[in-house]
């Protein structure tokens, strides 16, 4: 049973940073690629970044030279540093794994509130 389990939400003011970290049950290299998403109110999920097996990164244009994906493949981490927070990054956010079968696996979500 695959577990991941995300944490570091909570409530910053407009320009502040959060970190989010994903705590991934087993090793990360059983999952062909690690992301993070959004859902705002309303809103559909958005992918916002992803980091494969190997290490390459995308990247929203909406979070493009603000938030950073990284991973420790020794703690089994999924980490997303979030800089420069604007209002309209206010969502819940979700860790993903994606299986090199193709399913996908998801947390249960951490709430961040960019106030103004």
């Known amino acids: 049973q695959v577990q991941l389990v995300e944490s570091g939400g909570g409530l910053v003011q407009a320009g502040g940073s959060l970190r989010l970290s994903c705590a991934a049950s087993?090793?990360?290299?059983?999952?062909?690629?690690m992301a993070w998403y959004r859902q705002a109110p309303g809103k559909q999920r958005e992918l916002l970044a992803s980091i494969t097996n190997s290490g390459n990164t995308n990247y929203a244009n909406s979070v493009k030279g603000r938030f950073t994906i990284s991973r420790d493949n020794a703690k089994n981490t999924v980490n997303l540093q979030m800089n420069s927070l604007k209002p309209e990054d206010t969502a819940v956010y979700y860790c993903?794994?994606?299986?090199?079968?193709?399913?996908?696996?998801w947390g249960q979500g951490t709430q961040v509130t960019v106030s103004s």
């Open positions: 993903n794994a994606a299986g090199w079968d193709l399913i996908s696996y």
């Open positions: 087993g090793s990360m290299f059983n999952f062909a690629a």
